[in-house]
């Protein structure tokens, strides 16, 4: 039994050492790649002070937005429906929505037929989670 509490005692220690950094190494974003990965979505948004609408609305403090919420920007019915509803962009929000806008607002709305004016996806999960804690970084 004096073993079983040995053994049972090392398991604990190991994992409470290293469940922080396997947790760093899945899922979490890392700003400066995020900013990197962002050039790709440079060519319809804008972010910072001052940036404007392009094909999309700028993403300066997206984080804790209603969505479909900045003035003068036309937006689709279905991301209009989707903020009507109550959706506020979190950082697990706008995970899923990064993956497949479309999939992402028919789930969310229930209708099979809704749509997004966003036709990028950002396939990999690191570059979700970079491109995240980029514009987290930059939210008000």
Known sequence: MYTKIIGLTASIAILTFAAPAMAASHGAGDVTKGQKVFKKCMSCHEIGEGAKSKVGPPLTGIIGRKAAAIEGYKYGKSIVAAGEAGLVW?????????????????????????KSKMPFRLKKEQDRADVIAYLSSLSE
């Open 90 to 114: 979190s950082e697990e929000e706008l995970d899923e929505y990064l993956l497949s806008p479309k999939k992402y607002l028919r789930a969310k709305l229930g209708d099979k037929k809704a």
